[in-house]
């Protein structure tokens, strides 16, 4: 049934503050825009990463709930390297969500709050390395 992660969504009050701070983020400009009815974006999305999953950033007004304090499910986005994420992400202007917490079998985790916020996961996953690598191979 649920055959893998295609789009995460995140809402900004500011979308084209959003835009711009995904943008230093992410090290990518959006590939795709569509205006709202007003002729203003509604709606940017970049493709990041190994799989080039798609980031996508929703002017808040089409938000199909009310915008506010940060809750819901969290996208963990594999890295590297969290420690250096997190300081990074604090930098730009997040706050912690959830401190770096390292899990068992090798996992770590931390979230953070964007300056819009939402919600942002981060980890190291050596799962997704496995996956990563075994296509990689099967690839070549």
Do not use: C
Not at 20 to 34: C, D, I, Q
Not at 90 to 104: C, D, F
Not at 122 to 140: D, F, K, Q, R
């Amino acid at each position: 049934m649920l055959r893998g992660f295609a789009t995460v969504s995140y809402f900004a009050q500011d979308l084209e503050a959003a835009t711009r701070w995904y943008t230093e983020l992410v090290g990518v400009e959006p590939y795709f825009s569509v205006p709202g009815p007003d002729g203003k974006p509604a709606y940017v999305e970049f493709r990041i990463g190994d799989y080039q999953h798609e980031l996508g950033l929703i002017d808040a007004r089409f938000a199909p709930h009310r915008h506010g304090e940060p809750s819901g499910e969290i996208i963990f986005w594999h890295l590297d390297d969290v420690h250096a994420a997190v300081e990074r992400l604090l930098a730009m202007g997040a706050r912690v969500h959830e401190p770096i917490t390292p899990r068992s079998d090798g996992f770590v985790t931390a979230s953070v709050v964007d300056p819009f916020g939402n919600i942002l996961g981060v980890m190291y996953n050596p799962h997704y390395l496995e996956i990563l690598g075994a296509s990689s191979a099967s690839a070549g």
